[in-house]
């Protein structure tokens, strides 16, 4: 599974190249969907309100500022829909949980709540597939593009890897739909591994930043 991901070819692109192209390939012609592979467990998420106040610690405005987001995260999704592009995101999870992706985990509920579709996979589960090397974190937009993001040496989000093989696409797209068939549905994982846990603790949180949620 992603055995052909490694030796790829792709075009690197800096970050605002990279957010310019995905923004004009998605609001493009039929592109079909979207798929979301997330496996990291430690990012930063500057100028993101939520973020903002769960990495100064204020864990209830983190909450109150994600509910917030609520009706942006509808008309997106209200958006594709008309366009006919079905988002779908898979949130590879490792135990203990991390701070960020506790916090992480209560936005994307936010968006679940409002119709996206989104499964969580225990990465437990999936160990001997990741014997050589994690699953990649991709944005596939169809079978058009896609992309991995990549990070500078401090680990600050940098732009992206631009993929454009079919085959390498459509393998991946295939691998995505395998672990997504396993990945455990969203809110019987949350009211379980999530919802108990204390507000987490912050203090020297690692991490890399990233995009907007």
Do not use: C
């Not at 008309?75 to 506790?102: N, W």
């Amino acid at each position: 599974m992603f055995d052909s991901f490694p030796g790829g070819a792709s075009e690197r692109l800096d970050r605002p190249t990279y957010h310019a192209d995905l923004g004009r390939i998605y609001s493009g012609a039929g592109i079909g969907f979207l798929n979301k592979l997330e496996r990291g467990q430690h990012f930063r998420e500057r100028g993101f309100p939520s973020w903002e106040a769960f990495a100064s610690g204020d864990w209830e405005r983190a909450l109150t500022l994600a509910d917030e987001r609520r009706e942006d995260y509808a008309q997106e999704l209200h958006k594709a829909s008309r366009s006919g592009v079905r988002h779908r995101r898979l949130r590879v999870v490792e135990f203990p949980v991390t701070p960020y992706v506790q916090w992480e985990l209560h936005v994307l509920r936010v968006r679940v709540d409002v119709g996206d579709d989104i499964k969580v996979l225990d990465a437990r589960d999936i160990a001997g597939i990741e014997r050589i090397r994690p699953v990649p974190e991709v944005v596939v937009l169809g079978d058009a593009v896609m992309y991995e993001v990549v990070y500078d040496d401090e680990g600050n989000a940098d732009g992206a890897n631009r993929y454009t093989d079919r085959s390498l696409i459509r393998e991946t797209n295939a691998g995505f739909d395998a672990l997504y068939e396993r990945g455990e549905e969203f809110r019987e994982f949350f009211d379980r591994e999530i919802a108990p846990l204390e507000p987490p603790q912050v203090t020297g949180m690692p991490g890399r930043s990233r995009g907007s949620r």
